[in-house]
């Protein structure tokens, strides 16, 4: 009676781990590469697992502390840990419904303790509770929790549009205060122009006045000095009266104007003259009481 052996090979491709069985029990697990199994002791793969990493998106529907149903997608990445790969085969019959169940358990027992703002504030927070909790229970099972990612947070759609305009009013009414707050410095700036205009006005006023008090009073003095005989008076009558009929000529020359009704004769040009006069001995005294 001869001796026969009769072998078969198999091949693990790189990145998975396959489980060997002999007679329907566990043997060992299978690295990348080329194997022989003896079929006849009862070899076989029993089954192969990826060891790359796997994404898992989850859909959660939820309420906050303030009473807003909102929807979270997460995203879970997770791996099979090679040396517990024969865990992940036998003791799980479907990963996604297990990882699925826990982050429905962490993200429900969380998401209502916050209020909307606070779970757009703090999302990251939530995403670490449910990596800690599923890392502590899906390592018994074989399985690595990578990262967890929430993906996105959406209320409802009511209160998304009631969101934007509560947003679009708020700004409006910084805009508004902004634009107040323009409006009142460029018063502001425009009163000070309107009062440092004013003032130089006076100040210019006011020295074309003592220029021309100054030039009347020098003419008085040297026409007084070369004709004997005059009085100060007399020189400055004679001078209201050229002024007024200078002024006159000035008035009938221009096109620009329309009819002027002026009082004329004698005793006006002298009441102008004592005007002038009294403004001269005012202005003459207001200096005396400065020096």
Same mark, same amino acid.
């Given at each position: 009676?001869g ?5 078969c ?19 060992r697990l ?6 022989l199994?003896?079929?006849l ?11 790359r ?10 309420k ?6 909102v ?10 840990v090679?040396e *517990?790969a ?9 990963p ?6 826990y ?12 209020t909307?703002?606070e779970l ?7 995403a670490?509770a ?5 890392e ?5 099972y074989g399985?690595?929790i990578e ?37 009142k ?12 205009a ?7 006023v006011a020295?074309?006045?003592?220029a021309?008090?100054d ?6 003095? *040297? ?7 005059t009085?100060?008076?007399?020189v400055?009558?004679m ?10 000529k000035?008035?009938g020359?221009?096109?620009k104007?329309?009819?002027?009704f002026?009082?004329?004769g004698?005793?006006?040009?002298r009441?102008?003259?004592?005007q002038i006069?009294n ?6 005294s207001?200096?005396l009481?400065a020096?």
């Amino acid at each position: 009676m001869g001796n026969s052996c009769c072998c078969c090979c198999t091949w693990i491709d790189q990145a998975t781990i396959g489980v060997l069985e002999r007679w329907g029990r566990f043997e060992r697990l299978a690295e990348p590469g080329f194997h022989l199994l003896n079929p006849l002791a009862g070899q076989w793969v029993a089954g192969i697992l990826s060891t790359r990493i796997a994404s898992l998106d989850v859909r959660i529907e939820t309420k906050t502390k303030d009473n807003v149903f909102v929807q979270l997608v997460c995203s879970i990445q997770y791996r099979v840990v090679r040396e *517990n790969a024969d865990d992940a085969f036998y003791e799980l019959q479907n990963p996604k419904e297990q990882i699925q169940a826990y982050v429905f358990d962490v993200v429900r027992a969380l998401v209502p303790r916050m209020t909307l703002d606070e779970l757009f504030e703090q999302k990251g927070e939530v995403a670490k509770a449910v990596l800690e909790e599923l890392e502590k229970v899906m390592r018994e099972y074989g399985y690595s929790i990578e990262h967890i990612l929430m993906v996105d947070i959406i209320p409802d759609a009511s209160v998304r549009k009631a969101m934007n305009e509560i947003n679009a009013a708020q700004r409006l009414q910084l805009a508004n205060v902004y634009k107040g707050e323009a409006e009142k410095v460029l018063q502001v700036k425009r009163a000070e122009a309107e009062a440092e205009a004013k003032y130089l006005g006076g100040v210019g006023v006011a020295r074309q006045r003592q220029a021309i008090t100054d030039g009347l009073r020098e003419n008085i003095l *040297n026409f007084s000095g070369k004709v004997e005989g005059t009085s100060s008076k007399e020189v400055m009558d004679m001078i209201m009266i050229t002024q007024y009929f200078d002024t006159m000529k000035d008035l009938g020359n221009s096109s620009k104007n329309t009819t002027v009704f002026l009082p004329h004769g004698p005793g006006h040009i002298r009441d102008i003259g004592d005007q002038i006069r009294n403004g001269l001995m005012e202005a003459s005294s207001a200096q005396l009481n400065a020096e």
